[in-house]
């Protein structure tokens, strides 16, 4: 059973849309939670860190914590089609240790124009 | 950026020879990070390090090997690679004075196994 999980996608939506990925996960004693963006051919790269439930924003991006759902989610407001990339679910924190974290396998985002 | 590089690039090497592969930083960071990552399976850990001559392994540890004699190099060995063992590897570390653990991770290197 994996501990990390998120839809494959693809995920497509037009430009200027609101794009929405989410995630579940498994250990409850999970404490930090991330969101990548990859790039085809190219590493992840990190875009939003959070710790606490409740939202987290930043630019375009806002990150939607709920611990008690265990469901942790990215919205990207105004999508473009530069934002077309795989997105990363990363879990940490928990029975795993603090300095490891467990990666879902990714949900492709298409934006078109 | 996180300053790190990884050697080599791409690599293509036969069954049953050993390969290293390196992960070089410049920042002076603890943990360093080994993952391979594989169509629908993500990233999963291989082996990480918490500092000179200190590793563990991941999820995904048979037939690798890791070694930190330095804290700016971080090498991963294939004692005799497979089939099975062709992937894009990743280097990543965690950054001293981070919040919690965020993980910045290295180009990566695509190994080929024929």
């Known amino acids: 059973q994996k501990e990390v999980e998120q839809n494959s996608g693809p995920l497509s939506v037009p430009e200027g849309a609101i794009a929405s990925l989410n995630c579940t996960y498994s250990?409850?004693?999970?404490?930090?939670f991330f969101w990548y963006r990859q790039y085809s051919g190219k590493s992840p790269e990190l875009i939003m860190s959070?710790?606490?439930?409740g939202d987290k924003e930043d630019g375009r991006f806002t990150a939607q914590l709920n611990k008690a759902s265990q469901y942790v989610s990215l919205l990207i407001r105004d999508s473009q089609p530069s934002d077309s990339a795989t997105y990363l679910c990363?879990?940490?924190?928990?029975?795993?240790?603090?300095?490891?974290?467990?990666f879902g396998a990714g949900t492709r985002l298409a934006v078109h124009p | 950026d996180a300053g790190i590089t990884q050697s080599p690039r791409h690599k293509v090497t036969e069954t049953g020879t050993p390969v290293t592969l390196r992960c070089h930083q410049t920042?002076?960071?603890?943990?360093m990070y080994w993952y391979r990552q594989d169509p629908g399976h993500g990233l999963r850990l291989i082996h990480y390090?918490?500092?000179?001559?200190?590793?563990d392994k991941g999820e995904v540890s048979d037939g690798y090997s890791v070694s930190r004699s330095k804290t700016e190099d971080f090498l991963l060995t294939l004692e005799s690679a497979t089939s099975s063992q062709t992937s894009v590897y990743f280097c990543?570390?965690?950054?001293?004075?981070?919040?919690?653990?965020?993980?910045?991770f290295g180009p990566g290197t695509r190994l080929t196994v024929l």
């Open positions: 959070i710790y606490s439930n």
């Open positions: 990543a570390i965690s950054k001293q004075g981070a919040t919690f653990n965020e993980q910045f």
């Open positions: 990363a879990v940490g924190g928990g029975s795993g240790g603090y300095n490891k974290l467990i």
């Open positions: 250990d409850r004693g999970s404490q930090s």
């Open positions: 390090s918490y500092g000179v001559k200190d590793t």
């Open positions: 920042e002076n960071h603890r943990y």
